[in-house]
């Protein structure tokens, strides 16, 4: 298929042009609100519409291989490159991006009176967050990593609750801590590559194809670079302890910004695990997953365990994402194709889910000028729209079948049995805590005994863009939930690759700790070729039924 060769610059370009527009003088004069407004639903929409083209590029057929990359030299005075890949990994993920960031932008919640703002914020992350997933060369990550933090800190300290900037702060701190162990980790194997391939400058190396296959890292700066990284990502999904950051975050942010972090920044952690750790340091990976297990499993039962003790919506909704999110971790432990498919295929699930429900119970809070569940109660009478999809959406979170939680749920605890079966099991118990505190949180708001404050509060029911934004939403957990072959085949087809990428390491580092110095160094690439322009690639693998 002949695409343009910027095909996948675009899908940041877009979104970032679009968002200096909205701040540009001459855009908003004479233009009202909803002219901005506008303006950035058909940025979306454009965003959303080239990024299907680009993934529907691979005709999804059974054992297809979408593979689309955009290669250049960046600065070639240090091996850094421009190198952007479309695969069935990034892809679930740019068009979870693209589609959140569109319902976000369309929803009609936001700051008044600094609308074009709002508009610019959230075009912004939605560049670096796209620029996240499509990142290969490790500098060139990190600088979307670090960048797809602004619009989040600026959104919370400019529009947030009155603990706005303590929120801010922490967020900060805790991400960028993480964020600068990755940062020292992937200088270190820069400086390795430039050690191995020769003392020329041009010799660094960050691409993670070509440092997986140079084989540069001992057992030992293996173990303490991946440790390095996987503090950076489990600081973002969020993983136990790390997590303390997101119930300050969520609560005094704006419900949009919420609903963009909630369901988008987690899972560039998750994503970082399997595209960057599980090339660069599988041996650590392996050893490490026991632990991660733990972890996971903790998560799930400390966050729904927290979230039952929980009075106020939002901090309720903080803990019940560290609760599904350990899931995803608990599946990317096992080292099993199926459970990891199901990692990912919840993490897009989860994204769909938790940005319905911050959006839908904020807009409960900006109507009832209140949060907390003594002070809400009977709305089901009152407002029947936010009554319906709060049903929804709080089914969806349960993981009730036929609903896209339902699948990944299931494929994570099918898949990871064999490698960990007690802590899939404490992983089962953290199923049922989840629908006791999601359903009593509905009751008591929709159904039980209604306050003198909310009588007085209510602004009316959801109208207009809301419903569409909110239908929208629930369709798409139920297609994913009732059809959810064509976006497993491109995950299962992805992940396979980056475990076999991962297992040929560890046996290439067995292999060669059986051999003299000199073979090793015969066999050691002498230069990083690095493609021109586009790369497109539907490849169908020879004949073999790894469907799920």
Known sequence: MDLNVYALSLLIAIPGVGALVCLAPWFAKGRGVEACRWWAVVVAALVLG???ALVQSAGLEPNATLSIEEARSWIPSFGITYHLKLDGLSGVFTLLTAFISLVVIAWSGRPRGAERAWYALVLAGEAAVMGSFLATDLVLFYVFYELMLLPVVAGIALWGGARRFVAALKF?????????????????MGWA?????????????????????????????????GLAFLVAFAVKIPMVPLHSWV??????AP??????TAALLGKVGIYGILRFMWPLFPSFMQEAAPALA???AVSIVYGALVAMAQRDIRSLLAFSSISHLGFCVLGLASSSE????GAVFQAVSHGLVTAALFLTFGAVIDREGAGDFDSLGGLASRLPWVAFFLMVFSIASVALPLTSSFVGEFLIILGSWAAFPEWTLVAMLGVVLGAVYTLTAYLKTMFGEARPSSESGSRGDLGGSDVLVATALALSIFALGLFPQRLLTLIENSVSIQLQSGGQEVSARAGASTSDDSEELDDTPQGLAIPAGLRVSTEVEPSQDRSL
């Not at 900060?172 to 200088?187: F, K, Q, R």
């Not at 119930?247 to 005094?252: G, L, V």
């Open 50 to 52: 080239l990024n299907l």
């Open 338 to 341: 199926l459970a990891m498919t």
């Open 247 to 252: 119930p300050d975050t969520y609560r005094e």
């Open 294 to 296: 733990v972890v996971g």
């Open 255 to 260: 419900h949009g910004i919420a609903a963009f």
């Open 172 to 188: 900060l701190l805790y991400t960028v801590v993480g964020s600068v162990l990755m940062l020292l980790a992937i200088v270190y």
């Open 193 to 225: 590559g430039q050690a191995l391939l020769g003392s020329g400058a041009n010799n660094f190396a960050f691409e993670v194809t070509t440092l997986s296959s140079l084989h540069l890292l001992t057992q030992q700066e293996e173990w303490w670079l």
